[in-house]
């Protein structure tokens, strides 16, 4: 079984645009969550969907934005991109909700950088 | 609020050594899971504890989730070089189901 897969891999970005990167979850799996790691600050939740709908979010601005189609593909936009948001941004899925004890798998990350 | 504690924060041992990584918490977990991560991928799946008291080993890792489910530990025997990484811990507290990271513990053996 295909992991979970993230798009791109690798990209830099200029202060000013916005970005979308692409998840693809693990095959049956329905729930997608959203992590952000940096060095300093470690994993930090974004957000998290389930059957399209976003059960939680974590405290980042509303530049962050994600949303999950019916075939539980998600994507995350940040627009007006800050050198601040130069991270690994991390995709996960789980078959069921993570708040119902469901283990999540992670995909290798996206890796941001904003120059 | 940092509700997952993890111990220590940075490790550096010599091939052949034992460690264990700590993890604490205030809060009771309905589960609680160890990822090891490498630079520049995701993190990777370990184990996956949910009862008290629960011990899982793999190969030379230990893992054990303490009574109360507050706290868990990740004992490793005769450290390896391929064993450098930094190593995660991730529970769902019972009360607000929410999925909680601890800081990493990074490891490093040297040969």
């Known amino acids: 079984k295909a992991g979970v897969t993230q798009t791109p891999r690798y990209l830099i970005k200029t202060r000013g645009q916005q970005v979308t990167l692409s998840c693809s979850p693990i095959?049956?799996?329905?729930?997608v969550s959203w992590y952000q790691q940096t060095p300093g600050q470690g994993l930090q939740f974004l957000f998290e969907?389930?059957?399209?709908?976003?059960?939680n979010k974590g405290n980042f601005p509303g530049r962050f934005s994600g949303r999950q189609f019916s075939n539980s593909r998600s994507e995350m936009n940040v627009s007006t991109l800050e050198l601040g948001d130069s991270a690994l941004y991390l995709c996960?899925?789980?078959?069921?909700?993570?708040?119902?004890?469901?283990?999540?798998?992670f995909g290798e990350g996206s890796w941001l950088t904003v120059v | 609020t940092q509700l997952l504690e993890q111990s220590p924060q940075f490790l550096s041992i010599q091939e052949g050594e034992n460690l264990t990584v700590y993890c604490n918490s205030s809060?009771?977990?309905?589960?609680l899971q160890w990822y090891r991560q490498e630079p520049g991928e995701g993190p990777v799946l370990l184990v996956t504890?949910?009862?008290?008291?629960e011990v899982k080993k793999l190969k030379r890792l230990t893992f054990q989730f303490g009574d109360a489910r507050k706290d868990s530990s990740l004992h490793i025997t005769a450290a390896q070089p391929g064993d450098t990484g930094l190593y995660l811990c991730?529970?769902?507290?019972?009360?607000?189901?929410?999925?909680?990271f601890g800081q990493g513990t990074t490891l490093q053996v040297k040969p």
């Open positions: 504890v949910v009862t008290g008291g």
């Open positions: 809060s009771v977990f309905s589960s």
């Open positions: 969907y389930f059957s399209e709908t976003q059960r």
């Open positions: 991730a529970g769902t507290t019972s009360n607000t189901g929410k999925l909680i």
């Open positions: 996960a899925s789980s078959e069921g909700e993570p708040s119902s004890g469901n283990t999540i798998y």
């Open positions: 095959s049956g799996h329905r729930s």
